[in-house]
Nanobody, 116 residues
Framework: QVQLVESGGGLVQPGGSLRLSCVAS????????MGWYRQAPGEEREWVAE???????NYADSVKGRFTISRDNAKNTVYLQMNNLKPEDAAVYYC??????????WGQGTQVSVSA
């Protein structure tokens, strides 16, 4: 069973930056992809970015050019560097790990707030 723990959320002004981290443990060798999703109040959870084994990262159009996903396999950690944050980026951000049979594991979420 894969466990995911996110950190790095907080309050930032528009135009600011944050870096989210997600540490995976337990069953990490079964992970084929990791990614980030977000959910704003009253909205459905939406995909933000993903990185699959051996492939280039993919991004939602709304964050392309501003967010960067990366993975440090030695630390079992995936990062989301978020630059030029906008008020519409405010949400709870969830880390996701997909195993080789397609099952998705989720973290508990970390809050990102963007406000002047």
């Amino acid at each position: 069973q894969v466990q995911l723990v996110e950190s790095g959320g907080g309050l930032v002004q528009p135009g600011g930056s944050l870096r989210l981290s997600c540490v995976a443990s337990g069953g990490i060798f079964s992970i084929s992809a990791m990614g980030w999703y977000r959910q704003a109040p009253g909205e459905e959870r939406e995909w933000v970015a993903e990185i699959r084994n051996g492939r280039e990262p993919n991004y939602a159009d709304s964050v392309k050019g501003r967010f960067t996903i990366s993975r440090d396999n030695a630390k079992n950690t995936v990062y989301l560097q978020m630059n030029n944050l906008k008020p519409e980026d405010a949400a709870v951000y969830y880390c996701m790990a997909e195993d080789r049979v397609g099952f998705r594991h989720w973290g508990q979420g970390t809050q990102v707030s963007v406000s002047a």
